[in-house]
């Protein structure tokens, strides 16, 4: 009972701890606030920078606390090369989740880059990488990391797409769908933390993703505002289980079957990985 009870409560600290943490995303709005800065600011697409970036604070703040805990700092800056497939990985499967939505008639799609927004795109296109970093720090380094510490891999997988689902259930158009594919995503994550054990290449796929979802394909991004950078994706009457309606394409069948498919892949390349040191 005793250790039923310690399980618990520590679960329930490392969630509100990973909720107070979350927080620190505010530091910089809420001083561009104070200072009245931000009312200075009428470029939307400025002040979305400016929100993306600034959680830099949150990502500098739970590295530099944790630097000596390998399982919850785990950031390898050596490895380059599965950075960039990250990247490519992350664009390429939102990529086909938005292709099969256009092709089953979801969306219809116009083309609305030019090329003096080329220096707004590259901002958004490292605040997005700042802002999914930040989450992946949060979720799979800090929440998962401390259960991995404590060899409880399935406790720090369901804790952290807990605590990620959570943190997206405020925003516009959540249904059913969306909640469940926030945690299959949050899942998704977590074995590729546990694959290769490289935060970086979380954060590159997670900013990545978000990245051609808002900007390159001009969808909504969780339920956000999109950014339409290249193609501007206008949603039409067909079912959700196509677009995802409001919230956008993570609130979708496609997206749930990617995610499904790619989690399939990464648990037996886990066990693989498992055999091999065994």
Known sequence: MKQLYLK????????LVAF??????????????????????????????????????????ILG????????????????????KGLLGGAGLFGLVWIASVLLKGY?????????????????????????????????????????????????????SFVFAVMHLGNSG?????????????????????????LLINGAIHGSWNFAEGVLFGTSVSGTPNIAGVWQSHETSASSLINGGEFGLEASFICFV??????????????NNKKHEG
Not at 174 to 198: D, H, K, P, Q, Y
Request: charged share 10%; net charge positive.
């Open 65 to 84: 606390v944790f630097r000596n805990n390998h399982q919850i700092a785990a950031v390898d800056f050596t490895d380059w090369p599965k950075y960039l």
């Open 8 to 15: 618990t409560r520590d679960i329930v600290i490392i969630i």
């Open 108 to 160: 219809s799609v116009s083309w609305v880059f030019n090329f003096g927004k080329t220096g707004i795109i590259l901002l958004f296109f490292g605040g997005f990488l700042i802002q999914s970093f930040f989450e992946e720090v949060l979720c799979r380094g800090f929440v998962l990391g401390y259960f991995l510490t404590k060899h409880r891999v399935v406790t720090g997988v369901v804790v952290n």
């Open 174 to 198: 959540v249904t059913w769908l969306a909640g469940l594919n926030l945690i299959l995503f949050s899942v998704v994550m977590s074995f590729v933390r546990l694959v290769w054990g490289n």
């Open 20 to 61: 107070l943490l979350s927080l620190t995303t505010e530091i910089v709005p809420k001083i561009l606030s104070w200072t009245g800065i931000s009312s200075k600011i009428s470029n939307i697409d400025f002040q979305m920078i400016i929100i993306l970036w600034s959680e830099i604070v949150g990502v500098f703040i």
């Open 258 to 271: 990617v995610y499904a498919v790619v989690l399939y892949w990464l648990v037996i390349k886990y066990k």
